[in-house]
């Protein structure tokens, strides 16, 4: 399997460039890129802003209704997935999930910064290759609360949109 690429246009913060690797989450990685084509994540925010951790975004609007797609199974090694070995290092983009193994959709996050303590919990499928430091203005933005979510950027971060490149 090749490796694919894809970029994030996120507007007033710039653009980034991902590799994704579907050797280590062949799902995971095809239900991204069939969310992609199908521009599921144009005008999706990033909805949880940790500083030093990450940025999370792909499942919420700028008023912060839910946009979820189907739930796929979780590949990563605590769900049985072994093969995944994709180490949640900066700039490593992985699955949300809540605590059902197999609840990852739509939501993703990219580090921040180096997280060890997910690795083998969460379905790490990518990298970013170029744009790092738009990950970095991202994890600057001012947060606070919003209805049950913490975290949230009190300016909406939007994701313009997602393409195969």
């Known amino acids: 399997m090749e490796n694919i690429n894809v970029k994030i246009t996120v507007k007033d913060f710039g653009e980034m460039e991902l590799e994704l690797y579907p050797e280590k989450a062949p799902k995971t990685v095809e239900n991204f890129v069939m969310l992609v084509k199908s521009n599921f994540y144009e005008n999706l925010i990033f909805h949880r802003v940790i500083p030093g951790f990450m940025i999370q975004g792909g499942g919420f609007d700028s008023a912060m209704n839910d946009t979820n797609a189907a739930s796929i199974k979780g ?16 700039g490593v983009i992985s699955m949300a999930r809540t605590m059902i193994p197999n609840s990852a959709s739509s939501q ?6 180096d997280s060890p303590h997910l690795d083998g919990q969460y379905a790490a499928f990518g990298i970013v290759t170029k744009g790092i430091e ?15 979510h913490s975290d949230v950027p009190r300016v909406p971060v939007v994701i313009e949109k997602i393409e195969i490149i």
Do not use: C, S, W
Not at 75 to 90: I, T, V, W
Not at 134 to 148: E, H, L, S
């Open 75 to 90: 590949e990563f090694a605590a769900n049985g997935f072994p093969q995944n070995d994709l180490k949640h290092k900066r």
């Open 134 to 148: 738009v990950v970095d203005k991202i994890a600057a933005v001012p947060t606070g609360n919003y209805g049950y």
């Open 108 to 113: 993703f996050f990219i580090m921040h910064n």
